[in-house]
């Protein structure tokens, strides 16, 4: 049975891996539903040589990743646009289809623009339309914010296609052991190596402004290895080691404002939650209990923490302030509970739950209590939020895996040659 022990430990675990880019795969949730919507291709200017990345189909399999939109297929489009002008919507009325999606790429003085427009067919008119310049390096990300604006204008809610991931692999080739940190787009597409170390790698997270990534590795050698917590920035990939106490430092987490980590330090002999602020490595012990305590995540506003601790005999949530109090117990139902992760809102915690059908990914309601169980595997592990709240990522045995925050569509994002570990989703980027 997986106890909090085995949590910490697993910050010593060779995992099997090596590195190439994900792939993504829907495994159920999405047959007979979401909204109708039609993306014809987009148009190439005549004499414009055609580009490396296929604009619509991307958008198409970013929207249809979500579950909440069933895309028409390209074989049955009863017309292929150059423009508004040229839209007969009766024909799109008469295939059902109430929104259509029709982009073009123009050039100009060797630069690109990309157009797109969103249409209401049942009105006949135009809901949005953007403009972006663009060169064959972003052509990607440009169909991601196309992919957002969609998104947003059918349901209300801020897209995350133009988010990223971060996650760790790792290459193990005979008796030799290599680990990867990783960022990608949230399909998977333009990984970037941030560090590639002998050293198992735990823990990445993302600063609240999304430049910076703090992780747990090992420096040293011999008898002075030991584990450390750096913080690396993703623009010039400078690093810095900021926690390296005597024994155990682990689970950096950001405060919202980006000024602090909560951490878990074991300098003092056991395991306990501490506050280091980043801009004078002042030290605040925010626990103190002969129990475990780790996996500190701080709440939206700031003004208190949740973390794991087995204080009452077995791995449970608790919650604390963040200027120190009597810690208060979360969770009650099944015998482990751990790996906390607050809602964008904060009126959730996706965790890591054994009601007793082995480790799944569960969301807590904090003003309900009420626990939904989102999978249905037994070996789940690392959950966390995307920044809108609509998904929650984690890993399930060699892969990471997606769910939406109803346990109605389910993703997979496989990794071809081995295990991908770790994972946690960008904030948005402003």
């Given amino acids: 049975m997986r106890t909090l022990f085995f949590c910490l430990l697993t ?14 795969d829907i495994t159920g949730g999405t047959e007979g539903g979401g909204q109708p919507i039609a993306i014809t291709p987009f148009t190439l200017e005549t004499g414009l040589s055609p580009l490396f990345e296929d604009i619509a189909k991307i958008v198409s399999e970013d929207l249809y990743r979500t579950g909440r939109f069933a895309i028409m297929p390209k074989h049955t489009l009863p017309e292929q646009p150059l423009d508004s002008n040229q839209i007969q919507f009766s024909q799109w009325q008469a295939a059902g289809m109430p929104h259509l999606v029709v982009g073009r790429i123009l050039s100009r003085e060797g630069a690109y623009t990309v157009e797109f427009e969103l249409f209401d067919v049942l009105k006949g008119k135009q809901m949005i339309g953007y403009r972006y310049p663009a060169n064959t390096q972003n052509i990607r990300q440009i169909a991601h914010q196309i992919s957002d604006q969609i998104y947003h204008t059918l349901t209300g809610e801020r897209g995350v296609f133009s988010t990223r991931i971060v996650y760790v692999t790792v290459q193990r080739n005979d008796k030799k052991v290599q680990y990867h940190l990783y960022i990608a787009d949230v399909d998977g597409a333009n990984p970037r190596m941030m560090l590639e170390s002998p050293e198992p790698i735990f823990s990445p997270t993302w ?6 990534i703090a992780y747990v590795t090992y420096q040293g050698d011999g008898r002075n290895k030991g584990m450390a917590i750096y913080i690396q920035e993703i623009s010039t990939g400078q690093r810095k080691v900021v926690s390296a106490e005597q024994g155990m430092n682990a689970a950096p987490a950001w405060s919202p404002d980006g000024t602090r980590l909560a951490l878990t330090l074991s300098k ?15 030290l605040t012990r925010l626990t103190n209990n002969p129990a475990i305590d780790t996996e500190p995540e701080w709440s939206p506003d ?15 949530i608790y919650r604390i302030s963040s200027q120190g109090a009597k810690a208060q117990r979360l969770t009650f139902k099944g015998s482990y509970n751990a790996r906390p992760r607050f809602s964008p809102n904060g009126e959730q915690l996706a965790l890591l739950h054994n009601g007793g059908n082995g480790y799944q990914i569960a969301v807590l309601d904090l003003k309900s209590k009420q626990y939904k169980i989102l999978t249905k595997t037994s070996l789940d592990e690392s959950p966390c939020f995307a920044p809108n709240g609509s998904m929650i990522l984690y890993t399930t045995g060699t892969s990471l895996s997606a769910v939406s925050i ?9 990794e071809a040659l081995g295990e991908v ?6 904030p948005f980027f402003d």
Avoid: C
Wanted: charged share 20%; no cysteine.
């Fill in 207 to 212: 600063s609240p402004d999304g430049q910076h």
């Fill in 268 to 282: 003092d002999g056991n395991s306990e939650i501490y506050i280091l602020n980043l801009q004078d490595s002042a």
């Fill in 11 to 24: 910050y010593l675990t060779l995992f099997n891996q090596s590195h190439a880019i994900l792939t993504i």
């Fill in 406 to 414: 109803d346990g109605r569509v389910h993703q997979r994002l496989a």
């Fill in 302 to 316: 700031g003004k208190s923490l949740v973390f794991t601790s087995n204080r009452g005999g077995r791995p449970q």
């Fill in 421 to 426: 570990r770790e994972p946690a989703w960008s």
